[in-house]
C-alpha cells in the first residue's frame, strides 16, 4: 500500500490542478500479527473534465505493485466541477469592487476542492465561494481563523447582498 500511496500522490500536478492525497489508511488487527487487508482513502481533486476523465482513468487504472496481492479500487462520492459563468463573473467584479472599498482584496481563481458551491455553481446559478473570514492551515490540525478578518468579512456580505437586492448586479 505504501508503493501505491508513493505512486499516486507522485501524479499530483499542481499547474493543472490535478491532485492526489491519501488521508486515511487502515490495516492490520494486531502489532504481531502480518495484516491481510489494507484501506486507503484517496481525495482526488481535478479543475475540468477533461482532468477528471484523466482521475478516473488513473483510479481504475491503478494495479497492484506486488503479485499475489489483490487490488480494489472503489469510487466515492463526488462533486460536480463548478467552473464559473457570466453571473459568477458579475457577482465577483461586485464583490472585488466592495471589498476594495474595504481594503480586502479578493482574488479570483478556480480551484481544486469540494463545497456546496460546487452544486449550485454547476447548475449556472451564480455562486462566490471562498468568502469566509481568512486565516491559514486548511484542513490541517494547524487551521485557525484570523479574528480581525470577521468584522469586514461581514460587512463585504452585507454589501454585496445589498447590492444583489437592489439589481445593481447582473446575474442573469
Known sequence: MA???DDLESRTDTERLISYSVGVVNG?????????????????V??????????RHTMQSLASPLPGVGLEVTSGP????????????????CAAELGR????????RISGGGSDGN???????????GLGPAGEGPHTFDE?????????????????????????????
Open 78 to 93: 463526488e462533486r460536480p466541477l463548478f467552473l464559473p459563468g457570466l453571473g459568477t463573473e458579475a457577482l465577483y467584479s
Open 46 to 55: 481535478a479543475s475540468s473534465e477533461a482532468n477528471l476523465a484523466e482521475v
Open 28 to 44: 492490520g488487527e494486531f502489532a504481531n500479527v502480518v495484516p491481510t487487508r489494507c484501506v486507503a482513502e484517496v481525495l482526488a
Open 101 to 108: 472599498e474595504l481594503g480586502l482584496t479578493l482574488k479570483q
Open 119 to 129: 452544486f449550485t455553481g454547476a447548475m449556472g446559478v451564480p455562486t462566490l465561494d
Open 144 to 172: 485557525h481563523i484570523e479574528i480581525a478578518s470577521l468584522a469586514p468579512r461581514a460587512l463585504l456580505f452585507e454589501r454585496l447582498i445589498r447590492a444583489v437586492a437592489a439589481g445593481r448586479v447582473r446575474l442573469g
Open 3 to 5: 508503493k501505491l500511496i
